[in-house]
């Protein structure tokens, strides 16, 4: 066998074996109450609740949740990645083992109903902002 040979064969092997290595499936599921409301993650509609998404990244996320009759909802939760994700157990986990790792997370909101202003509270509002805009 010659060198060329062995080398693409070698090659082949690799690429053969690394196909069976495992890899980690990460899934956020985002609940709410009631069901149905619109959900927004850092800027992009993932979907009506409940929402499952697939992510790369653990962190910060900004959330963003509405629906009709219910106040919208704007907050942030951190996603704080499993110990099998950090140096130097990553490489183990996600490139030796030869399983699927599924990594699943669940978050659920409860949504307050929006809160009726009475004509009298709005035109209070509007004279206060009107003196503030006169007074300047």
């Known amino acids: ?14 690429v053969a074996a690394m196909s069976l290595l495992g890899c ?4 956020l599921t985002i609940n709410t109450q009631p ?3 619109v959900v927004t993650l850092n800027d992009e509609e993932v979907g ?3 929402a499952t998404v697939s992510f790369n990244w653990y962190g910060d996320y900004n959330v963003r949740i509405s629906k009709e009759g219910y106040e919208t909802l704007k907050t942030h939760r951190k996603l704080k990645g499993p110990w099998y994700d950090y140096f130097p157990f990553d490489f183990f986990a996600q490139v030796l083992n ?13 949504l307050e109903p929006s809160r009726e202003i009475g004509t009298s ?16």
């Not at 066998?1 to 690799?14: A, R």
């Not at 030869?98 to 409860?110: A, G, H, M």
């Not at 509270?121 to 300047?136: H, P």
Request: a neutral charge; hydrophobic letters at 40%; charged letters at 25%.
């Open 98 to 110: 030869s399983k699927r790792i599924v990594d699943s997370y669940e978050w659920t909101f409860e």
């Open 121 to 136: 509270e709005l035109i209070n509002r509007a004279d206060v902002l009107k003196a503030q805009l006169e007074s300047n």
């Open 48 to 50: 009506l609740s409940p």
């Open 35 to 37: 069901q149905g409301a």
């Open 1 to 14: 066998m010659s060198k060329s040979s062995s080398t693409v064969m070698l090659l082949v092997t690799l």
């Open 24 to 27: 980690v499936e990460r899934k």
